[in-house]
């Protein structure tokens, strides 16, 4: 009777009428409990339902009936595989190969179970051994090569998964599994095609989805990694980590707004998300929303007090809108962190806030160390080209302060001496200056969409000799370029006025007033003295044909206009208490500033009233274009410079339309450039030795109109005449400077200091 009980649920197991069969074998167990078949197929059909559990135990009392049943062995094995008991499972795939050695099945599952339990090469033993016995096996060939990646050997895996592809051309599995080896093998755009074959061939596939747009944004194709996330995130909305991604891709898109909104979803569904809310904070930084962005930068450090830059970030937050409140314990917090060695805060953001040249070498040489890089490009080759070979990196080919400043030179550099190449990684832009700019070299690449490896390795391609980082540490910025040293003479110079800390970057070009001798030691480079100033600037700065009137720029009819249009955040209370002194000092003069945000206005005018100066003396003029802020600077009598992040570009612009600025010298670098420019152009009298001076200075001139008329018809005459804006006497030596570099590298000579001469 049982026998025909069984053939009967066997047919009914075959036509998947699984609840009937399962019915018929509970009949024949109700007569005989012990009966083998009936156990271990009633076990197999509740895997089949789903019912692993009760599945497991079912075949577990059909092996205790026959302990020598390998296939009963060999599904139980299975099953403890999917309930995840990896080390019964392979006790059970070992009693089915001792049975059976040449179980193809049971060794290749145990090799699956090996190779989760991190036992990698009892894995691969026995995937070796199926590929033997089954060349054929496609399965075989792909977890074999799961073995070796775990194993650390990528090169030989990605063979084994090119067995497995040639056997099965459409193994999603393994198209996606390829893609690992390749990305050990540092092959990333071979990694991403295989991605998207992954893709293709299971377009709904989260893994796969989710895998290729990592690597999109890692290799900054933003915007398809965007498309990406979105595919992915239409499977799995909830998913908080996807969320965030979007948002970074977006990020690098200049797309703050989309950005924002993904950010919002990311910590929406994962309220404890700190990276999400650290990119949440740093797009409303970037939107200038800072009171909304301090508020994240709090949560934070709430959730990771220690996360790296947050607590500087939160500190430039009030610093961007001139809160300083909390400035004497903010300045004590950098002061121990940087001390302690803490990523505290980045090096640009010090600037406006150290005092000290060695915290800015510290400062920098922590953030260098989160650069750090493999073997390098350059190895020792020596060029041999007819002309020096110049690469220019910027983000910064755009309206920006340093392109303004750098555009003649690019075109007064001598093509029979130096082949000029520009890197620009930043934003696309239709401007002018960009246009000029491209149009004055030799060769421009356009790497915005390229990684770091990509850019660094084009610079050893077309064997570079001097690689020049316009901006170090400013925003935009990718130090991880150079940091892969592709070519022999690295060099820091204009956009960040500070040391990068760095042993991969040779020289910084400086001058006398920036770094006196006995500061070489808080610079890593070597530090190369160029004769007049180190800015370069451009003698075709284009101004405004007309000059607005006083009540058009928002200033009263008469008195004193002191001004300064550094960026708000520059103010520091010791030069804004000198400032009001000063208005207090002058009747009837006011402070012209420049208006970055409203926050910041309305600080600013409180911090005046509480100094006793009426807050309407304080006059803001809203940004406006390039031409149009020279012209207007005009109106200035006498710009008063900030300490200690002093005027850099705004000097020079002031300079150039003929208004005088007084500077003092600080202790670092940033706190002397003013000091520079000022020498650079023949009026060293304006540059003083303390603040005392400098408000005295100040005064003086405010007072005395024929003093200041005489500084005014001085400047007006050394613009035309001095060194600070011939563009083309400042290539001259910034060329004597490349090419003594270069001369020093091709006699073996190891970087080290040096001065230019002057030209006679």
């Known amino acids: 009777m049982n026998d025909t009980v069984l053939q009967n649920a066997l047919r009914l197991r075959r036509a998947g009428k699984f609840a009937e069969a399962a019915q018929l074998y509970s009949e024949v167990l109700r007569s005989d409990p012990r009966h083998f078949e009936a156990l271990h197929a009633l076990g197999i059909l509740h895997y089949q339902s789903g019912q ?159 895998k290729r747009a990592e690597l999109q944004l890692w290799l900054k194709r933003d915007t398809e990694a965007v498309l990406s996330y979105e595919t992915f995130l239409a499977l799995e909305p909830g998913h908080a980590e996807a969320w965030n991604l979007k948002g970074v891709a977006l990020v690098q898109l200049q797309r703050h707004a989309e950005a924002l909104a993904s950010f919002d979803k990311a910590v929406s569904l994962d309220p404890g998300h700190s990276d999400a809310w650290n990119n949440r904070a740093n797009v409303l930084f970037e939107l200038k929303r800072f009171e909304e ?155 915005r969409s390229a990684g770091d490896g990509e850019v660094a390795a084009l610079l050893k391609r077309i064997e570079v000799d001097v690689a020049v980082d316009l901006m170090a540490f400013t925003e935009g910025c990718r130090p991880a370029i150079l940091a892969q040293r592709p070519a022999p003479i690295q060099v820091n110079f204009l956009g960040f006025p500070g040391t990068m800390g760095a042993a991969h970057i040779d020289y910084i070009l400086a001058d006398r007033i920036l770094i006196p001798d006995d500061q070489q030691r808080f610079y890593a480079e070597r530090v190369v003295y160029l004769p007049d100033t180190y800015q370069a600037n451009d003698s075709r700065r284009r101004v405004a044909q007309q000059t607005p009137t006083r009540a058009e720029a928002g200033l009263p009819d008469s008195g004193f206009v002191f001004c300064c249009f550094n960026n708000n955040y520059k103010i520091m209370p010791e030069m804004f208490d000198i400032w009001m002194r000063l208005l207090r000092k002058v009747e009837g003069s006011v402070l012209w500033l420049l208006q970055d945000n409203a926050t910041a206005v309305a600080n600013l005018r409180r911090e005046a009233q509480a100094r006793g100066i009426a807050p309407e003396r304080l006059i803001f003029a809203a940004r406006t274009t390039p031409a149009e802020h020279l012209a207007r600077q005009r109106l200035g009598d006498l710009f008063l410079d900030t300490s200690p992040y002093a005027a850099h570009t705004t000097c020079s612009d002031a300079l150039w339309v003929g208004l005088p600025v007084v500077t003092y010298l600080g202790p670092t670098f940033a706190a002397r450039v003013a000091g520079s420019l000022l020498h650079a152009v023949g009026l060293p009298e304006l540059v003083t030795a303390s603040p005392g001076e400098y408000e005295a200075l100040a005064s003086h001139l405010a007072h005395d109109a024929d003093a200041l008329a005489a500084v005014k018809a001085k400047l007006a005459h050394n613009r035309h005449t001095h060194a600070l804006f011939d563009t083309a006497r400042f290539t001259r030596n910034l060329e004597k400077a490349f090419a003594r570099m270069v001369q020093q590298h091709q006699s073996a000579i190891p970087p080290q200091s040096f001065a230019v001469e002057a030209e006679s």
């Open 293 to 447: 962005a301090g508020r994240d930068y709090e949560r934070v450090l709430q959730l990771v007090p220690d996360l790296p830059y947050v607590e500087g970030f939160l500190i430039q937050c009030r610093m961007r809108v001139c809160d300083w409140r909390s400035l004497a314990d903010d300045r004590h917090k950098l002061y121990a962190g940087l001390k302690a060695g803490k990523r505290i805060i980045d090096p640009q953001g010090n600037l406006a806030i150290s005092r000290s040249p060695e915290d800015q070498l510290e400062c920098a040489r922590i953030f260098m160390a989160d650069e750090a890089a493999g073997p390098p490009l350059w190895r020792g080759e020596r060029y041999s080209h007819e002309r020096i070979r110049v690469a220019y990196l910027t983000a910064d080919f755009r309206p920006h302060p340093v392109a303004f400043l750098i555009a003649g030179v690019f075109e007064h550099h001598d093509r029979d001496r130096f082949e000029t190449i520009g890197i620009s990684f930043g934003p696309g832009t239709e401007s002018e200056i960009h246009a000029r700019i491209a149009a004055g070299f030799e060769h421009f690449f356009d790497v």
């Open 52 to 210: 692993l559990e009760e599945a497991e135990r079912l075949i577990g009392e059909a092996i205790v009936v026959n302990p020598g049943a390998a296939d009963a062995l060999y599904n139980r094995a299975s099953l403890l595989l999917k309930l995840n008991r990896l080390d019964d499972a392979v006790q059970s795939f070992d009693r089915a190969i001792t049975l059976k050695p040449d179980y193809v099945e049971a060794l290749g599952n145990r090799g699956s179970a090996l190779l989760r339990l991190g036992r990698a090469q009892e894995a691969l033993a026995d995937a070796e051994k199926v590929t033997i016995m089954r060349p054929g096996l496609a399965q075989g060939w792909a977890n074999q090569a799961g073995a070796l990646l775990a194993l650390n050997r990528p090169a030989d895996a990605l063979a084994s998964y090119d067995r497995a592809l040639a056997l099965k051309p459409d193994y999603a599995q393994v198209w996606k599994d390829r893609a690992v080896s390749l990305l050990a093998l540092d092959r990333h755009l071979d990694a991403l095609a295989a991605l998207d074959r992954a893709v293709e061939l299971e377009p709904k596939n989260p893994e796969s989805l989710y």
